[in-house]
């Protein structure tokens, strides 16, 4: 199979139904040919990217624990948020439509500013805010927060997930002292998937 045809597989078409993804589609996305997003990268690789991106985004939904206590009920929403210039544009949002995980409708947020920002589950940080991350990180420190960002070194320096590329394949490391402070708990699985480091 080539890659044009590859990247067909994880459309955002390919979620909508309402039907919950299944987990399987994580192994297979990992090991998709991902064009690498580079100066010079066509428009349409780097929507291709980012919908991959999306669909990782929903899969550790699916992969992560939350405590009771972040939700206001059984239906109350997951929100997932999105810090800085949205690199997603629509993608997102047609990725996790009608999806839910248990009886917890997703629901996606967008802040352009850390002064705007609202409590979250998820907080994607984009690579615009590559200067004041790390603020985000301070702001949610201890909160049942899972950060996520392609940014550089976003592991290392106390996010949950950080995105990398690999032999032009999109890769994820997971921080798991960050989850410990942040109270989340991460399937086995999925941390087989990633590369794991272990300092705050």
């Not at 002064?115 to 998820?122: G, I, K, S, W």
């Not at 798991?176 to 399937?187: I, Q």
Request: hydrophobic content about 40%; glycine content about 6%.
């Amino acid at each position: 199979m080539n890659a044009r045809a590859d990247q067909h597989l994880l459309t955002a078409s390919t979620l909508r139904g309402g039907s919950r993804l299944r987990p399987g589609l994580l192994t297979l996305a990992i090991f998709l040919w991902i064009p690498s997003a580079l100066p010079g990268q066509s428009q349409t690789d780097h929507e291709a990217e980012y919908r991959f991106k999306a669909v990782y985004l929903l899969n550790f939904l699916q992969f992560v624990e939350w405590p009771d206590s972040s939700f206001a009920n059984d239906e109350s929403s997951i929100v997932l948020a999105v810090l800085g210039r949205d690199p997603f544009e629509s993608t997102l949002d047609e990725t996790v439509q009608s999806e839910r995980i248990g009886n917890h409708p997703i629901l996606v947020r967008r802040f352009m500013t850390l002064d705007e920002l609202a409590p979250c589950h998820v907080l994607f940080i984009s690579v615009s805010e590559k200067q004041t991350y790390r603020a985000a990180l301070k702001r949610f420190n201890g909160f049942p927060v899972l950060t996520v960002s392609d940014i550089e070194g976003f592991g290392d320096t106390g996010g949950s997930i950080g995105f990398y590329m690999e032999d032009q394949k999109i890769r994820f490391e997971i921080n798991t002292e960050a989850l410990r402070h942040a109270n989340l708990k991460v399937s086995s699985k999925l941390l087989r998937l990633a590369r794991v480091i272990n300092h705050p």
